[in-house]
């Protein structure tokens, strides 16, 4: 079979694998639509999980089972699934006690284009599918469905960390796709008020649209002194960080109240430390807790997230800024991604 | 009144003041017994909480109620009490959003010897009475009752923010008396394992006794190092920091399973930031929690905490290995926290 | 004072009283408006909380802050403010613990028209000033801050207590007023699905602007029959009740999967027991949650809930369908409650 | 293989079957050791999960792997294991969300001597075998071993349940096994007063040991009386109700405190309806949480829960009255279980 694939650190390519061998828990999926993540440029340009050869990209999509093992129970050929980028062995101690994307070690739920081939293949392989596919319901079209696959459950994980409350205010620091859904599971889970932080034209409206209330702008100054002003000095119940690097967490610890919570879900590429403030993190007493967390995956959590974009309370055709036809254009589709024109949200290439 | 007094950043002494002034809502207290803390001793002499003149010094101690506001409803006079050394204004929005300690600003609810005199005096004050005084009684005497001010609370709120569980593996960093509580607590709490750190002879022998399993030097190498080889590289599932520096976070860090949370009740004096070790931290998704809190106060607090001590499941007086007689030696005792004699764990004054 | 109260059981009338006696910590409001509750019809012709005599009706009202105890720091003669039926003692164990609607006893919190006069009065008594108002801000209209006494608390504890989360299917039976706050908040909470039982056209209506997605009626039978019809026999994973007798408990166990929660705020006003049924409820051993709780009350809670009436992300007006002007209509509009034509959700009496 | 069986309700035997087959996932062990359950005693005599046959008995042993399916990972033939009574399906979407017990279907976690063969054979079948054994420790004995499968998890998972705190008042109702482990297990989370209801001699003289402080008669007349009067009126904060009938719960509701949890371990095995009383549950608004649930079972549970065993915090043998040693003896074992001398707690047989 045909894939599209990093070749080695700064190199990409198309190559031709053998179909990948099913295990019997395992299924074989054919793709409907594909979507390149922020992730596989930083897999192919900045070597971000080290160097790997001939490996297939993709973590985002969905399909049509096209083989199941043995014992696969739920699903069968020809069913149109779902899957996230992060697919847990159900069956491991780490998942048993509520952290399956550390299942087999940190991060290590992580397998698409990492620890084996990705989703950008004529098929891609699903271990646990039972555990890690999902009915694909007839009213969310495939180029919806790779939202769900890595954008809303990234972004609405930040906000579980952060325990956003009833009348929260929320500062959601970067609105690519993954803040934006940040922002708009902070509005569903019932905040506020929503500051976003963000400059290009095209995210700033869409956030306004999923719910954020203040955009704020690093041009404009320090997050935080930005965000004390727009709060008459009060601070914020709660951050999400979704972009920025290892320098952006002290921002948040300077703008948060006693008792807050920092949730981030921003993968940091580089520094040695992040870098908490000691006095205004309270000399180490002001209950404010830090957490930072790989989405789970899984497909109880496919069916919850992908029924709120069902019943038309996460609109995720607003990321959708690029469409490309045809498996072919995934090449077209990561190299956008790698430009990163202003415009664009999430690119998406239906098959 | 008497009181033993802060005179500036460096110098004590004796000196005579006014008995406080009661609001409506305030008792006036004199004290059975009292305890220098290692606070007092960083307040005096390293300026930890900045310069403050003729300030009477002490947060730990107990006594006698000498006098009630017109609207204390639950003491009266003659009643003895155990106070805690934070006592919050229970009438704020803070503490109704479950942060006592930071009501009417971060970590204010630390009063005593802080934003007014502390409880080295003939007599001292305590706001909100009903909510921060507890019947001390009969079967915990005056002396342990120092220990249920400061060390017990601190301690245990340790083993709260890391949410110790069942069967867990527990490392406590530091064995004075705030981390013996941890210690205790943690083994309360259901920790299978629990691995301190520390080195004093007398402090080894009684974290043995409250339930630690292994104890760890700093002086062996990196605590890190030493806890991965114990634990066969798995690492520990909490933390609780109860010494060291804004350094002693990486290594917790570095030793905590994904999914484990850190515990921070120790007062960080100095340095500009802690640290958090990115790849460690699982590049910021590796689902460590870090947390760090002053602990709440509060009647309620007391009466449960004291019912450990009362019912023996918490031994206090394993912790006092110098007892001091008459209100004068108040100033002995602190000079003895000052010097911290290798066999010193905590110094109490019965008057 | 002139006050409208409840004389004995079955009878009101207008009453001449002092104005109330104000401690330290209290304030006296002098209503903006104010609005009858199904509480008080109970009150005075059903005698649900035993007998009282002139006892001054109300728990749902706004005013202007007329006087402050010598203690109050926050409020001053003059200001707008918010309050809430529940008005519990801050500086209690329970609040301490986490359960103000309790402090001096189970729903001892409920002092209006139950322990002391109601705000149906020229003037109210507020206990705890300072923990107990909250600024009325200009972005909401008094009648609108009525609703805030009240519903909105109440209703969204429901949705606290049967802790709703992104992509629940949930269940809230009855649509009064609280039910109605119940299915926005749970709308709020991120649910996918709300499944609302009620027939009034009017509050039907506004049921599905506030999120309702599926409107039963009990009069097609059994209620649990119909949801697990509607839900293709798998039932919802939390419970709201918001209306209905001690009977609704089983058909709300019957209906809900396990592992899920029921949150019951409605006022069980008679029968011996709440049954449960022992094979839907697993033997023993379903993990299906029962709770049942006062709404907390308190400051900081009016605030949260407030900004989400003046973030309009809560439109409280869509429930207001009579209004009434002058203080003397509280008399008109507390029989309109009493005689509940089909088209009211509720009555509001602006002063 | 041999194996001793429900022949059908209210008849045992010996039975010759087939070894069963393995999946994939699963694997085959060889009892070392194995206990009889009151569960069994239900089945056989009281019909209670309906009419089998020639089903063989048992859910509580240990043994060795005797053979594995080809996908197994951490465990191969020869292995010594412990294995819960529940072993549920981990890659279901129920054990996603955290109710493995209920996966496919309320309470189906529980498969042995249920819906397959149970563990009194020459060999028994695990399921997903990776998620479900564990290795047993050497520092566990067999006999042990076999108290971790069932008594250990069921009686934490009362304490799990009722969220027990540091300085609670527990009410432990019945002291039979899992009643006594839910004493230890409130012991081991930081209870300071567990009262126990239980009459046998040598379960109160266990029950002490494990740290139960005051003994309640049933005989002595209703328990909540009972334990008001032991209470100075105040209640408990927790109840573990591991024994009675679907009439406790009243009792439990009566003497619990507001804001207080009823967990529930108890198989209630007739009644069509467990009966709240209405007025002691607050009239629907007591924030009295009652919840009952089925263990979870799991490899890192057994893992967890065993740790407390070997490093001797839960001593399980002061449970074992009764010793046995050969295969054959299961079937006085069982029986022994039936008649219930006094002076019985637990039977084990070694083999």
Same sequence: chains 1, 2, 3, 4.
């Avoid at 922020?38 to 971000?48: I, L, Q, R, Y």
């Avoid at 006095?279 to 957490?291: F, L």
């Amino acid at each position: 079979m045909k894939g599209f694939a990093m070749l080695k650190i700064g190199e990409t390519g198309w190559i031709e694998k053998e179909k990948p061998q099913l295990g019997p828990n395992d299924a074989l999926v054919q793709p409907l639509a594909l979507s390149p993540c922020t992730s596989d440029v930083h897999t192919v340009w900045e070597g971000a999980i080290g160097d790997r050869h001939n490996m297939i990209l993709g973590h985002e999509g969905c399909g049509v089972v096209a083989e199941v093992g043995s014992n696969v129970k739920d699903f069968k050929v020809g069913d149109r699934v779902m899957v996230a980028a992060i697919t847990p062995d159900w069956n491991s101690v780490e998942a048993q006690e509520g952290f399956p994307m550390h299942s087999s070690g940190m991060l290590a739920g992580w397998k698409f284009s990492n620890f084996k081939d990705g989703v950008f293949g004529e098929y891609f392989h699903v271990n646990d599918a039972d555990g890690n596919l999902a009915i694909l319901p007839d009213s969310i079209s495939p180029a919806e469905a790779c939202m769900i696959s890595d954008m809303v459950p990234t972004g609405f994980h930040g906000v579980e960390l952060a325990d956003v409350r009833f009348g929260d205010t929320v500062l959601v620091i970067g609105i690519g796709p993954v803040g934006l859904m940040a922002v708009r599971g902070a509005a569903l889970r019932g905040a506020s008020r929503i500051l976003a932080v963000g400059t290009r034209p095209n995210s700033v409206e869409v956030a306004k649209k999923y719910g954020a209330t203040d955009i704020i702008s690093y041009k404009d100054g320090a997050i935080d002194a930005q965000v004390l002003e727009l709060t008459n000095q009060k601070g914020v119940d709660r951050v999400i960080i979704a972009g920025g690097t290892v320098d952006t967490f002290a921002e948040a610890v300077r703008c948060l109240k006693p008792g807050g919570i920092i949730g981030n879900v921003n993968y940091l590429g580089g520094g040695e430390f992040i870098q908490i403030p000691r006095v205004e993190w309270g000399v180490g007493m002001g209950h404010k807790t830090i957490v930072g967390g790989l989405m789970p995956g899984g497909r109880a959590r496919l069916e919850k997230l992908s029924s709120l974009v069902s019943s038309g309370k996460v609109d995720v055709s607003l990321m959708i800024t690029h469409r490309f036809e045809g498996f072919e254009k995934v090449e077209d589709a990561l190299y956008l991604m790698k430009e990163k024109p202003r415009d664009l949200i999430k690119p998406v290439v239906v098959l």
